[in-house]
């Protein structure tokens, strides 16, 4: 549907026909849904929108995104709109996202009542809109888990069993609590009323206990600052003797270093040659050029990331002539892939990497200037930051080629051969699936799926680990007893031989 609305607004006089470019232009089967929910989003008030598509969503206990449908009722109620002015608003941002093309949310058509009840037409919406995928999605997932954790710390105080929150705990359920939807809507949600009772109690207690360290601690210091300062009186007089004695004898030890360093300056410029201190040129004769190439430091989420990267991704770099020191694990970023560059000037250099990124297979990176840096000496020239979120839809991507459902499986299989054959980070999960300790449980057509991906993918991007793994793992599944000898099967058997004529023996 988008192809074709584009290619009608871009040929209106109907000249030509359908073409692969209208295709490309609206992103693909990937990104097509994704740029027209964020130009829907771009509509609406966006904080409206968040609240209403995360009580729509959910994620399951097998991490798996899932709608979780609701009456309109229920959503006025989430998002705190109890005049009609707030109403109407909810309401039009649900037909925002419903009628004309949209078709994101049902019904699809006519008027809804407060007993409606709204539904995400498709899964698909929740793993391919980026905003509600890696924003939306975990930050509501983290703050119902922190909501069960209250409730069950709660309980358990109320019982007698447990502590009120001190220190660190409470600033940090403080904080969530002034982070959260506040609505008693969106809790009621997840827990009934007698729990969120004890929610509000438990809080309230460690709040007030905390007040009251305080104002004890403050006496405690009142009174310990009289006792100082009588002490203090007493002592300062024999400590200022003690410390003239010390400047004195401090003053005398630094005339004589001083006397020393001139000594050894006179002997040092007396013996010195006329070329002393002259950097050698290099071969040739020409002056020393410093280096073009930017450096690219990369920031990752993981130590296991970071490895995977190390042994991959930071090779294709390298080979595209960037410096690519050690990938730094930090614990927070942004939520989507980003080339950071510092100077207007090295903006091409930035979209250079994306390019390489997206050669290599690397999901979608956007270039960010950071202002503020031009000519302030803090940051290096040629320095580029390259900031990757967790992919944790390309793992669940290959978990998925060993779904019990053959629908799920091609499915995964057709996106992993046509987004990230040339990803080294997805050719490192599936060979991990062929290791020793996952291959016992993967079907045979999970087996057959991860060895049509391996020798569908690019060798270029393959590293000498991958290549050593994948040699590892033919021998382990022809191994009889392992589910390979005589069981291994003709398709297999035959798919393991072209593996092992890719990679060598």
Known sequence: MRTWSHWRRSDPDRIRRIELGDYEAIGGFAGALNRHADELLAGVPPETAERVFKRLTARGRSSRERRDPARLAEIWAVCGAVTRERQAEVTGVVDHFRRGDATFLNP????????????????SLIRLWQKLRDEWLPEEQQAAKTLFDLVERAGTWKAGRGELLVGLDLASAAAWDRRRNTSVAWAQHYVDDAALRDVVEFLAASHARARRGLLQRRAAWGAGLLLVLGVLGWAVNDWAQARRAEAQKAKADAQTAVNQARAAETELVASKRPDAGVVPPPPGGGPTVPSTKPTVYIQVRSQAEAERVRQGLARVLEKAEFIVPRPEVLST?????????????????AEQLVQVLAQAGVGKTRAVYVTGYEGSGRIRPQHLELWLVPDEALATLVQQLNDPSTAVRKAAGGRLAGDHRSDPVAIGLVLDTLSERNLPSLTVEGRINALHFLNGSELAVWTDEHKRLAREAVERIRRPGAGGGPEVGQQASQLLTDLEQRVGR
């Open 108 to 123: 699809l058509a006519g008027a809804i009542e407060p007993d409606t009840y709204i539904d995400i037409t498709h899964e």
């Open 333 to 349: 970023g942004p939520s989507a892939n980003e080339v950071r560059f510092f100077r207007d000037s090295e903006r091409q250099k």
